[in-house]
């Protein structure tokens, strides 16, 4: 981001941070995104959230915003990325960055649910792609959350 961004980044963060806490939740990025003329999904929310909330709080601070934006503008600019976006929230969730292993279904339902709050049945897509009842899924059955 140039320095004219981020002093833009620092007023829609202040605007938005309304406690003035110096953190915002998922609702109020989620509104932040929208004023950027973005109206992501709860699914799309997730993994944004689940990409940039490195210590995992569910809340967003100044610098995880910058990241944020970054990642929009990213993300806006070239249509291919999106597989590697999924890739660091599989990773984020406890999958490997080859894109072996597996994620837990039980922590990707806690995040969704307890961390962003977010308000979809997670729970029953998980179980619906847990197809094998391990309470594990790989990452094609991850990604095909986001599609």
Known sequence: LTQAEV?????????FD??????IDAWELRDILKGLGRDPTD?????????V????SGTIDFAE???????????????????EEIVHAFVACGGN??????VKT????????????LHFDIKALMDSL?????GQINFEQFRSIFK
């Open 7 to 15: 002093e833009l980044c620092a007023q829609a963060f202040e605007t």
């Open 18 to 23: 309304t406690d003035g806490s110096g953190e």
């Open 43 to 51: 699914a799309e929310l997730f993994e944004l959230l689940s990409i």
């Open 53 to 56: 909330d490195i210590n995992m």
């Open 65 to 83: 915003f910058t990241q944020v934006i970054d990642y929009q503008k990213i993300t806006s600019s070239k249509n291919d990325g999106a597989g």
């Open 97 to 102: 960055p080859d894109m072996s292993g597996f």
């Open 106 to 117: 039980d922590r990707v339902i806690h995040i969704v649910k307890e961390v962003f709050q």
């Open 130 to 134: 847990d197809d094998e009842e391990e």
